[in-house]
């Protein structure tokens, strides 16, 4: 089993529609976890950090469930910019490791 | 700021060869690393380094050897090319402790190995 599972997608969705990632994780010692977001043949860049009673920046949510070892991204609103890759990121071992997803491709159409 | 550099964008290389992969930043941050981003694989950690003068290996260090001889620099390199390592390079660099878990990364080298 991975380490960390995403659903490769792609999911196709239209302008305005709420979509939904889960990504799980194996290592239950695991201690952090984010929101990467990636273009097209463009390098990963932070989308959000993911923290222990939810959060929220504007239309997107990230929630943890750590007894079912998954976390989430919301979006709200999609828009056609939104279109992209969002990697999964799972911190273990003291913070050394980050173990990265493979990543769900999001398309965003009219 | 440039943020984090790397150099070539692009690389052929014929099987056997060797090449380095630069790498620099100009953030002043201690923690750099390597990743290797494969269809299907996702990005896979090669080498890490927490400072000048302190590497050490990730999930997939066969074949790569790397340095930190100045916080600025910590370039990659591929001893003797295989097909296998064709992929897109990814460095990147944050800060340590809590601020590590914000990497930045650079735009990525494309190799092919032929």
């Known amino acids: 089993r991975k380490e960390v599972e995403q659903d490769p997608g792609p999911f196709n969705v239209p302008e305005g529609a709420t979509v939904a990632f889960n990504c799980t994780y194996s290592?239950?010692?695991?201690?952090?976890f984010f929101w990467y977001r990636q273009d097209c043949r463009k390098e990963p860049k932070l989308l959000m950090s993911?923290?222990?009673s939810g959060n929220e920046d504007g239309r997107f949510t990230a929630q943890l469930n750590r007894a079912s070892q998954y976390i989430s991204l919301l979006i709200r609103d999609s828009k056609l910019s939104d279109s992209a890759t969002y990697l999964c990121?799972?911190?273990?071992?003291?913070?050394?490791?980050?173990?990265f997803g493979t990543g769900t491709q999001l398309k965003v159409e009219l | 700021n440039a943020g984090v550099t790397q150099t070539p964008k692009f690389q052929v290389l014929k099987t056997g060869q060797s090449m380095t992969l630069q790498c620099a930043q100009d953030?002043?941050?201690?923690?750099m690393s390597w990743y290797r981003q494969d269809p299907g694989m996702g990005l896979r950690l090669i080498h890490y380094?927490?400072?000048?003068?302190?590497?050490d290996q990730g999930e997939v260090p066969n074949g790569y050897n790397v340095s930190r001889s100045t916080t600025e620099d910590f370039p990659l390199r591929l001893l003797s090319a295989a097909p296998s390592q064709t992929s897109v390079y990814f460095c990147?660099?944050?800060?340590?402790?809590?601020?590590?878990?914000?990497?930045?990364f650079g735009p990525g080298t494309r190799l092919t190995v032929t």
């Open positions: 990147a660099s944050s800060y340590s402790g809590s601020g590590r878990y914000e990497q930045y």
């Open positions: 290592n239950s010692a695991s201690q952090s």
């Open positions: 993911v923290y222990s």
């Open positions: 990121v799972v911190i273990t071992g003291g913070g050394n490791k980050l173990t």
């Open positions: 953030m002043n941050h201690e923690y």
């Open positions: 380094s927490v400072g000048a003068g302190i590497t």
